[in-house]
């Protein structure tokens, strides 16, 4: 069946650090890819998505390629900030967005 | 963009009562809304699915008759927790999509539920 696997957390970084979560999944067909954001006591957050092989989702500095051929979808960012600390999943819906299967999530920590 | 909202944020109750927690989209239709479960530091897991006018659709091991779902109109999703206990305990999250399920699903901000 579908699933999504994310690396554990959690990830502790530097401000300014270079961050990498990465995602691969498993699935039937041809899913869409999101990665979420939860930050304390809310809910999640589109960060960003993708919704066929080769795009890039991109936004607030990250951004991540769909990656056919390996089956992955990871987050980066090239300087992370304070801010930036928060839960990140990582999740693939099939094509109609009705379901999702949702990665364990990573935590991240930013120190300044 | 579109806005989901969920309500009560926070909610303390005693154990044996039941709960209710209201999932509105806010600007938009929504003709499935999803209800999740949130353990803490793991992921969301689905529990049901539900279409504007019929009966939710439940995951494996989810009990039917512990979590009412009701989705009476194309704006608003209800979950009772019914005769909570302290395991029923956790953080719930509802997502709405639209068109057929041809938008992403956007979330609310959850409900931390706590049965003392």
């Known amino acids: 069946g579908d699933s999504v696997t994310q690396m554990e957390g959690p990830v502790t970084l530097s401000e300014e650090a270079f961050l990498t979560i990465n995602c691969t999944y498993t699935?039937?067909?041809?899913?869409?890819l999101f990665w979420y954001v939860q930050y304390p006591g809310e809910g999640l957050q589109l960060l960003l998505k993708a919704t066929k092989a080769d795009d890039k989702g991109s936004n607030k500095g990250f951004e991540a390629t769909y990656r056919k051929e390996t089956t992955s979808f990871h987050l980066e960012k090239g300087s992370v900030q304070v801010s930036d600390s928060a839960v990140y999943f990582c999740?693939?819906?099939?094509?109609?967005?009705?379901?999702?299967?949702f990665g364990s999530g990573t935590k991240l920590n930013v120190k300044p | 963009g579109a806005v989901v909202s969920q309500h009560p944020s926070w909610v303390i109750c005693k154990s044996g009562t039941s709960v209710k927690i209201e999932c509105r989209s806010l600007d938009f239709q929504a003709t499935t809304m999803f209800w999740y479960r949130q353990f803490p530091k793991q992921s969301l897991m689905l529990m049901a699915t539900?279409?504007?006018?019929?009966?939710?659709?439940?995951e494996q091991g989810v009990e039917k008759d512990k979590f009412l779902i009701n989705h009476a109109s194309l704006t608003l999703s209800t979950l009772t927790v019914t005769s909570a206990h302290p395991e029923d305990s956790s953080f719930y999250i509802c997502?709405?999509?639209?068109?057929?399920?041809?938008?992403?699903?956007?979330f609310g901000d959850g409900t931390r539920l706590s049965i003392l």
């Open positions: 539900s279409n504007e006018g019929s009966k939710a659709t439940y």
């Open positions: 699935a039937t067909g041809y899913p869409s």
């Open positions: 997502s709405a999509t639209s068109m057929e399920g041809r938008m992403p699903q956007h």
């Open positions: 999740a693939l819906s099939p094509g109609n967005f009705n379901k999702f299967y």
